[in-house]
């Protein structure tokens, strides 16, 4: 039995980053770990979400950032500087 990939396609400020994987599973990370990765508060992640700058998913009430977004995120901002 073989398994196709599946490729997810992430916007980011204009940019689009492929991934593919093999199953639907992806790690995904709180807005505190977000925010402890980028160095900056909680406000900050919320509000580069709701700017559409920072991809996310809702969870009933509950933000998260797969892994994957917040490489795209950071590559972009790189670039921009």
Known sequence: MTMSARILVVEVGGR???HS???CRFA?????E???RLRVC???VYRLCESGRLWHLRVSNAVRVPE??????????AGEG
């Open 28 to 32: 995904v990370l709180t807005v505190r």
């Open 16 to 18: 689009s980053f492929n």
């Open 68 to 77: 994957m977004a917040l490489r795209a995120f950071i590559e972009a901002a």
């Open 34 to 36: 977000v925010a402890e």
């Open 42 to 44: 909680t406000a900050t």
């Open 21 to 23: 994987f093999k199953s």
